[in-house]
């Protein structure tokens, strides 16, 4: 039992790890300005998570494990989702700094929105894929604004455990910020090889 639960914490923690490296990756290069990954705890949990002390975005994962469809989201204050907006439109430093402080967003923003959760769903699409090949698919399903303390709305069982972490992030001169992951928890099957 106990061997099974450590097993069950190294892969929550590592399919974590692989997710944040993979989006810190893909973001960096797509918005021309490095996001960096700093510490992560990780848990499960069977409550969903929300932002604190400020408004958040959710971009929502569908995960499609072993033909099921389930749900996730990571959740990114709005001003650090404004400035990856913004970088994906190319706007220059001294504008992303001004249109932080944004709390009405415009047509094009959300549209840019939306294309950074579709770029979030392919790095999570390749990550999860990396622990669990040929049982996984993921794909965004879009963007929700959260107010402060309210967490993300996707269909769940009511003791549905998810895998729930924290990371510490930077994006490009930006003080660090909390990123919130939630993920479907994935049963580990005999045809998994999770690599070294």
Known sequence: MQATLERQQATDRELVQRCFAKIAEDLSMLLDRPLTCGAVEVARARQRVAGEKVVHVAFRLG?????????????????????????????????VVARRKDR????????????????????????????????????????????VGFAPAFPREADEEHVVARAALTLHGFPAFDAWLMLP???ENESDAVSP
């Open 63 to 95: 995960v499609t494990i072993d033909g099921t469809l389930r749900h996730g989201a990571l959740l990114v204050p709005l001003p650090e989702a404004i400035a990856m907006a913004c970088y994906l439109m190319m706007m220059a430093d001294d504008v």
């Open 104 to 147: 009405d967003l415009e047509r094009a923003t959300k549209d840019a929105l939306l294309e950074v959760g579709n770029l979030i769903g392919g790095s999570f699409d390749c990550a999860i894929r990396e622990l669990f090949p040929r049982r996984t698919a993921t794909r965004s399903e879009g963007c929700q604004g959260l107010k």
């Open 185 to 187: 928890s994935i049963a």
